[in-house]
């Protein structure tokens, strides 16, 4: 691999990982779609709280922008059925490898200046 190809994966990791930091998920939510997809209505409300998926209750609205952005980034991937896509997610090769590294390693809460760059990189993906 190339000096330029191993610099996109390692902004593609260093963007997944603040993304995972700043957005209001948890690492069990990552942990369940190791083993099955998870669909956008599970993160939704106090039961996605009670399930250890998300830190707070989101909105569908909320739930949906954020696992939108962790699609662009690459951590997730849309499941698709015989009729094409659903509301369902999967982990990405970049989130298996990002949940590795969160489950062996202990991941700080994002600064302030980490949170500006998210909403800042959110802002120009837009």
């Not at 190809?5 to 998920?25: D, K, S």
């Not at 948890?26 to 939704?44: A, H, K, N």
């Not at 830190?55 to 499941?79: F, K, P």
């Not at 062996?104 to 993906?125: F, N, V």
Request: hydrophobic residues 40%.
């Amino acid at each position: 691999m190339g000096g330029l190809a191993q610099e996109q994966v390692a902004l593609a990791r260093r963007r997944g990982r603040l993304g995972l930091r700043c957005l209001p998920f948890q690492r069990e939510f990552l942990s369940m779609m190791e083993e099955r997809s998870v669909g956008v209505g599970e993160l939704v409300g106090t039961k996605a709280v009670a399930r250890g998926f998300t830190r707070r209750a989101l909105s569908l609205a909320q739930a949906e922008r954020d696992t939108d952005w962790l699609l662009a980034l690459g951590v997730l991937r849309r499941e698709v059925d015989g009729q094409g896509l659903t509301d369902r997610f999967r982990l990405a090769p970049l989130g298996r490898q990002l949940l590795q590294e969160w489950q062996t390693a202990y991941w700080s809460p994002p600064s302030l200046g980490e949170r500006l760059r998210h909403i800042w990189w959110r802002w120009l993906k837009r």
